[in-house]
């Protein structure tokens, strides 16, 4: 018979990593819907001939960009949450609280993106937007720097390429609205750039390695 009562094998400031998954991906899922319920024509809006219903669609152009824009940010935050995240089951106290406030700031992005969207010109509207950007990126290198192991944490791996980039256009982006709001937004296309120089740089690995496996002298990289 046993002497005490019987212990789990999960210690107890660790948490099922499934459940904080399946959560993310519905918060991320749910977020990246809202945003497009920023571009609509008005309630009320009468349109009588095909000519003003493609100049109320131009108008529109700064909310759709927003809205790209905000798409993209959010697609590749998910994929930066998730990738190269140890196989473990559990998580600790401390990185499930981190998971919670990631969360809680992804679904503050429908806020912030919908009210650069309509206020751009406005310098306010850009310094909320990009603090939710610039709070978002830090916390995924956080996140990804507490789910190493402890003997191989370290902050570049954790960072990568596209995040510290992610936060210089942010922060790019706060700078030029003291000066000119209305143009600061364009800041987050650099984003764009570093993304396909990541692409460019990985069909190139992939020739040299199908080179490689094929023989081609040509293709593959000289020692």
């Not at 789990?8 to 319920?37: C, E, Q, W, Y």
């Not at 830090?138 to 996140?143: F, H, N, P, R, S």
């Not at 944490?153 to 706060?174: D, K």
């Not at 650099?190 to 993304?195: E, G, H, K």
Request: aromatic share 14%.
């Amino acid at each position: 018979m046993p002497r005490g009562p019987l212990k789990s094998h999960i210690p107890i400031d660790r948490f099922p990593k499934g459940r904080i998954d399946a959560l993310n991906d519905g918060i991320f899922a749910f977020a990246m819907t809202l945003l497009v319920l920023d571009v609509r024509v008005p309630l009320g809006f009468s349109l009588d001939s095909a000519a003003a219903l493609t100049a109320h669609l131009v108008s529109l152009w700064r909310q759709i960009a927003i809205y790209v824009l905000s798409f993209f940010v959010l697609a590749n935050l998910w994929r930066a949450s998730i990738a190269r995240r140890p196989r473990r089951e559990h998580l600790t106290g401390t990185v499930l609280n981190l998971w919670l406030a990631y969360m809680f700031f992804v679904t503050m992005v429908p806020f912030s993106s919908g009210l650069v969207g309509r206020y751009g010109e406005f310098q306010p509207a850009v310094i909320v937007y990009s603090l939710n950007m610039i709070t978002l990126a830090c916390l995924v290198i956080a996140i990804r720097y507490l789910e190493s192991p402890a003997n191989m944490r370290a902050f570049g791996p954790a960072a990568g390429i596209h995040l510290p980039v992610f936060i210089a256009t942010a922060l790019l982006a706060m700078a030029i609205s003291f000066f000119e709001p209305r143009h600061s937004m364009f800041a987050y296309f650099l984003n764009f750039a570093s993304y396909f120089r990541g692409w460019v740089r990985t069909r190139e690995v992939a020739r040299r390695w199908a080179g490689a496996d094929t023989g081609d002298s040509e293709a593959t990289p000289k020692a």
